[in-house]
């Protein structure tokens, strides 16, 4: 005789709701709220706008916040001149000049990141080039 396997109560297979019917979308209180803000929305700007005007410093900065993109900070760009050493010699550079004001700290630590990323692309050239150097030695064996 086969046992026949059963679900434990309560559960449901994957994929499978436990109320097929469920509530039907737009049914509930916050749909029926936004319809009603969606209705007035001009009403609600104009009034807005006139209390902007008027000095009502909180309604012109909802305004301003909601239809004009913020500035982000900007740092002017800084030509630097690194020393052909190194990676380590072009970081101590980057640093130095950072510490001495040339250079935003922002800046810096951005150089400092590129330079790393070199060394992890310099790394996988010369590991390529070494099994390169091996497989041809290996193959060049009898």
């Known amino acids: 005789m086969t046992a026949i396997k059963k679900r434990a109560p309560g559960r449901w297979k994957k994929g499978e709701s436990g109320n097929p019917k469920g509530r039907t979308p ?3 209180e916050v749909p029926k709220i936004r319809a009603a803000i969606a209705a007035r929305v001009p009403e609600i700007l104009d009034k807005l706008m006139a209390l902007a005007l008027e000095g009502d410093t ?5 305004l301003l916040e909601r239809a004009i993109a913020p500035l ?12 052909d050493g190194t ?4 970081g101590r550079a980057v640093l130095a000049a950072v510490a001495v004001g040339e250079l935003a700290p922002g800046q810096g630590s951005q150089l400092i990141a590129a330079i790393g990323q070199l060394a992890r692309v310099t790394e996988i050239d010369e590991l390529a080039a070494r099994i390169t150097s091996l497989e041809a030695k ?3 064996q009898p």
């Open 87 to 90: 990676l380590t010699d072009q």
């Open 138 to 140: 290996h193959n060049a």
């Open 72 to 83: 982000k900070a900007m740092e002017p760009t800084q030509p630097i001149t690194l020393p």
């Open 58 to 62: 909180g309604a012109a900065r909802l």
């Open 26 to 28: 737009g049914t509930g």
